[in-house]
Structures are given as structure tokens and as C-alpha cells.
């Protein structure tokens, strides 16, 4: 791509040898024990390969499992010092599969499992309004809102108030009174409307009513731990900000009506979201809905769990049916009034469909979630894979979206539907 198109595109410089830029864990690759061809693996990472080549993603992490084996694990591009503006004279620094991310979206499909297992502990029944855990939250009409309407995104309370200063974000006693404040927009549950950033607070002050203990702990002590995780807590230690891959908005700027749409949804225009979650106090911050981080191949871990039926190499994670109380379907496909696009969600989780779905063609049975429109993670219980794609630029509508949508699309292909009898149970 010359110059003039990459100033034109808003894109990071993308080099004629794709393998001087790659990095392949070749030890956590093991397509055979699963009967995966090389052709089939080479597909896959030819698709990847195909999206980095846009320029829109400096940096992409890769993890795909397949029958509980991983099948592909890679990452090409740079953590940071390639984005479109970044100083001639930045320094690159390579993406490796053990560069930290954050999952920005993706990790309400984590907070959300986190209250699937308070209940499955007892320690709270999802059907119950939020006041009954935290009575303050019932103010200006919120009186009856259920924990369960505010996972699956039909609590009423979308957005913060526009004029919200965005430090809030990680003041967690300010964020609260204002969501204790705030109007709904409406209390049935009937309508979708996506909770980009409120619910995970919501969700949070409910998690540590009932426990006494901080989120990240709990995060910590039910999940990080018993499935052996470097990364993956809200936000990231101080002394590791230095790891954390950079930010970038890349692609055509937005216009109307697709700049209204984003500031709808995330509050801000595009640059004002690269600048905030560069910001080490957004980075260090916990943000239940926003701010976790870790590798592609530690979310892919956590839906191979849930694939597992709850399990992570022979260890109980949280029960089977607790798994399926998370996927399962909650209200029919409805036109999300947040994101303006149809959608299917269970309380937690972005669901596929049939004919086709968020997650590709007859796609029924997947389940994961979205991390700033471009970070695809998921798990597909008819096709017996866990997918995780990460990658660092932020570009809305844009000249990469064939090849997001290709990639999606070669997935499914390379994983054709496997027989019933055949699926994890969770597809029962």
C-alpha cells in the first residue's frame, strides 16, 4: 500500500515479507492430534494474513482449538510503534502470542459468566431487581430492574450521561452514583438496547455486595487461578503497562450516520476512544465491561472451558448447567437500538444464528462476544472449536471489512458441522 493510499485509509505500514513480521508458537500448535490438515491450517492463517494485509490492525493475535487441541496460534505485526500515527523514528516492538491485549467488549462475555457462578453458589438469583442487593440503584424508577435484564442488555440504562466527564470511568464511587442516579430509559426488559459500559458496573457493585470481596478477586480466586492465566484481570499492573499492546484508530474517519451510531454506543467519537484507552489510569483502572486483558489464546481457553461444559483440564470450573444458563437464548433477534443492527443475545453472551449469524453461516449454536466491533472470540459447540482473534486498530466502516468477514467465513468452512453425537454436550 503506497503512501498517499495509507494517509487516505488511515493505515499502519505493512511489509512485502509477512514473515519477517510473524510469530508462530509452533510448540502449541498441534492440528494432527485432532486430524487437521496443513492445508487447513494454512487456510486459516492465509485469512489472517489477508486482514493484517489491510493495515487497519498493526498487530493480530491468533488462537483457534478445535476438539480442545489448538490448531493455529500466531501473531504477526507490532504490540506498538507502527500505527498510522506513530513518529517516523518509533521504535517497533513485535507482537508475540504472549502480548497483552485488552478485550475491551469481549470481557462482559467473563463478567457475565462471574454472575453465572454467583448464582450457581447461591449468593444471588439473577431474576432479582438489583435493589435487592444494592437499594440505592432503585432511585428515579430502576426499582424492578432485574440482574438478568442488565446482562442481556435490556436493563434500560445504555449509556452514561453525555456530559459525563470521562475520568469517571475509573472512579468506581462516581460511576456508581451516577448509574444509581441515572433514568431508564425504559423497565420492562423488552427492548434491547446495548449496555456498552454501564452494566459491567451495575454487575460489579452486585458481585461485591454479596461477596465482600473485590471483582478482581473474585476473577482471581474462580477463574485466573484454577485455569492458570499469566494476564487476564481487569486492567493490567502498573509495572506491566510497558507489555500492554497500543491502541489505534485506524481506517476512514466515521461520518454521519455512522459517527452517531459510535458516539451512541461508546460515548465519544473514535479519536476521543483511542486517547482514553491509551491513558495508563483507563489501563490500570477496573472496568468489568471494557478494560480486561490478556493473550488470544487465554479468552479462547476460557470458551474451550465453557465448551468443556465447565471444565479446564480435569478441573471443575463451574457447573455444566451453569455453562448453559449462560448461552442460552433470551428474547427472540430484535434490532439493537444502541448498535442499531439485529441481534441475539442470552444473558451475557452474542449469539449466532441460522441461516446465518454473527459467528458465520448456520451458526446456531455459537456463542462469545464482540470486543470494539473488531475482536472476535467465540465458541461454536456444533463445529467443536473455540476461536479467538485479537488484533490492536479500531477501524468502524472501512475497505478491511470483506476480509473480517472472510475470515469468519473460513472458519466455518474449515470446521464443517460435526454429527450430534458428536457435539460437547453444551450443543444438547
Request: a neutral charge; one cysteine or more; charged letters at 20%.
Amino acid at each position: 500500500m503506497n503512501r498517499i493510499a495509507r494517509y487516505a485509509l488511515h493505515t499502519c505500514r505493512v511489509p512485502d515479507d509477512l514473515e519477517a513480521v510473524t510469530f508462530r508458537d509452533t510448540a502449541g500448535e498441534h492440528p494432527e492430534a485432532v486430524g487437521i490438515s496443513g492445508q487447513t491450517v494454512e487456510a486459516l492463517w492465509r485469512s489472517v494474513q489477508s486482514l493484517y494485509r489491510t493495515g487497519v490492525h498493526p498487530g493480530i493475535q491468533i488462537s483457534i482449538r478445535h476438539r480442545g487441541e489448538q490448531v493455529l496460534h500466531r501473531a504477526i505485526g507490532h504490540a506498538s510503534g507502527n500505527g498510522p500515527d506513530d513518529p517516523a523514528n518509533a521504535v517497533p516492538v513485535p507482537m508475540t502470542t504472549d502480548t497483552p491485549i485488552c478485550y475491551f467488549s469481549a470481557s462482559k462475555a467473563v463478567t457475565a459468566l462471574l454472575m453465572h457462578m454467583l448464582a450457581e453458589q447461591g449468593l444471588v438469583n439473577l431474576m432479582d431487581p438489583v435493589s435487592y442487593y444494592c437499594p440505592e440503584f432503585a432511585s428515579n424508577g430502576k426499582r424492578t430492574i432485574t440482574v438478568h435484564q442488565i446482562l442481556s442488555h435490556r436493563g434500560g440504562i445504555p449509556a452514561i450521561p453525555r456530559e459525563t466527564p470521562i475520568d469517571v470511568l475509573w472512579n468506581r464511587d462516581e460511576i456508581w452514583r451516577l448509574l444509581c442516579a441515572a433514568r431508564p430509559v425504559e423497565v420492562d426488559g423488552a427492548k434491547v438496547a446495548y449496555h456498552a459500559i454501564t452494566g459491567g458496573f451495575v454487575l460489579q457493585r452486585v458481585l461485591e455486595s454479596v461477596t465482600g470481596d473485590s471483582i478482581e478477586n473474585y476473577l482471581d480466586r474462580h477463574l485466573r487461578q484454577p485455569m492458570g492465566m499469566k494476564w487476564f484481570t481487569y486492567g493490567i499492573a502498573p509495572e506491566h503497562l510497558g507489555d500492554l499492546a497500543s491502541n489505534y484508530a485506524t481506517g476512514p474517519r466515521p461520518r454521519f450516520p455512522v459517527s452517531w451510531v459510535v458516539n451512541r454506543a461508546l460515548g465519544g467519537d473514535i479519536r476521543t476512544v483511542e486517547a482514553v484507552t491509551n491513558d495508563p489510569r483507563f489501563q490500570e483502572a477496573v472496568i468489568p465491561a471494557g478494560n480486561l486483558c490478556g493473550t488470544a489464546e487465554e479468552m479462547g481457553r476460557f470458551f474451550q472451558m465453557m465448551l468443556n461444559g465447565g471444565v479446564w483440564n480435569g478441573r471443575r470450573v463451574c457447573s455444566e448447567i451453569t455453562v448453559r444458563r449462560a448461552i442460552q437464548q433470551f428474547g427472540s433477534l430484535q434490532i439493537d437500538r444502541t448498535m442499531m443492527i439485529p441481534m441475539r443475545f442470552s444473558a451475557g453472551m452474542m449469539l449466532g444464528g441460522n441461516p446465518v449469524g454473527l459467528w458465520g453461516p448456520q451458526s446456531r449454536f455459537a456463542f462469545g462476544h464482540v470486543g470494539l466491533i473488531n475482536k472476535l472470540c467465540w465458541a461454536d459447540a456444533a463445529r467443536d472449536i473455540s476461536v479467538s482473534l485479537l488484533n490492536t486498530g479500531f477501524p468502524i466502516v472501512g475497505h478491511h471489512l470483506p476480509a473480517l468477514a472472510k475470515f469468519v467465513y473460513t472458519v466455518g468452512k474449515q470446521f464443517p458441522l460435526v454429527p450430534e453425537h458428536q457435539r460437547p454436550r453444551v450443543a444438547a
